[in-house]
T-cell receptor
Framework: DTGVSQNPRHKITKRGQNVTFRCDPI?????LYWYRQTLGQGPEFLTYFQNEAQLEKSRLLSDRFSAERPKGSFSTLEIQRTEQGDSAMYLC???????????FGQGTRLTVV | AQKVTQAQTEISVVEKEDVTLDCVYE???????LFWYKQPPSGELVFLIRRNSFDEQNEISGRYSWNFQKSTSSFNFTITASQVVDSAVYFCALSEVGGALGANSKLTFGKGITLSVRP
């Protein structure tokens, strides 16, 4: 098992463009989480899935953000009409339901110019 | 609402010194999990330790040890004989225990402590 994989690692986009990130969790993990981390801060929870069901969304997840996990495996996070304030590291994590530890990917660093 | 406070922002030590990272948390839950994660410059958050609120036994794992005090809502983490490779940002985090759906890894993080270990 290679752990949680995120692509791309870095993304630079112009304000107003749409971007999509992908996360491949650890294969046997049924839970998948997205977090956002800005400079000098801890990660903040955005949303999570159990299998293909999106069970919770944070107030941080505005209408411009959408996340999917269509077959309960990989997940995508899309940001529409990006703004400079969206610049951050987007982290994905996965866990099994039997233990509480979440294992993180290396993140996608988004820069909106 | 849950909250994690890491009052220390930056710590610098010389290699082989012991260093303790402080964490204070707030939660209304009676049972919960506490974690320490490490974030090296590469960016990936690395899980280090987990403590259940219903077990106050303090443990040691290699160079790591932790002191959980439920009465003061603190969960401090100590690295013994620090090494240069320990240089990273360390996060304390809190999660609820979860219910019928199983363990919940929705984490509330502190702001992190930047540890620099000098040779």
């Amino acid at each position: 098992d290679t752990g949680v994989s995120q692509n791309p690692r870095h993304k630079i986009t112009k304000r107003g463009q749409n971007v999509t990130f992908r996360c491949d969790p650890i294969s046997e993990h049924n839970r998948l989480y997205w977090y956002r981390q800005t400079l000098g801060q801890g990660p903040e929870f955005l949303t999570y899935f159990q299998n293909e069901a999106q069970l919770e969304k944070s107030r941080l997840l505005s209408d411009r953000f959408s996340a999917e996990r269509p077959k309960g495996s990989f997940s995508t996070l899309e940001i529409q009409r990006t703004e400079q304030g969206d610049s951050a590291m987007y982290l994905c994590a996965s866990s099994s339901g039997s233990i509480p530890e979440a294992f993180f990917g290396q993140g996608t660093r988004l820069t909106v110019v | 609402a849950q909250k994690v406070t890491q009052a220390q922002t930056e710590i610098s030590v010389v290699e082989k010194e012991d260093v303790t990272l402080d964490c204070v948390y707030e939660t209304r839950d009676t049972t919960y999990y506490l974690f320490w994660y490490k974030q090296p410059p590469s960016g990936e958050l690395v899980f280090l330790i987990r403590r259940n609120s219903f077990d106050e036994q303090n443990e040691i794992s290699g160079r790591y040890s932790w002191n959980f005090q439920k009465s003061t809502s603190s969960f401090n983490f100590t690295i013994t004989a620090s090494q240069v490779v320990d240089s990273a940002v360390y996060f304390c985090a809190l999660s609820e225990v979860g219910g019928a759906l199983g363990a919940n890894s929705k984490l509330t993080f502190g702001k992190g402590i930047t540890l620099s270990v000098r040779p």
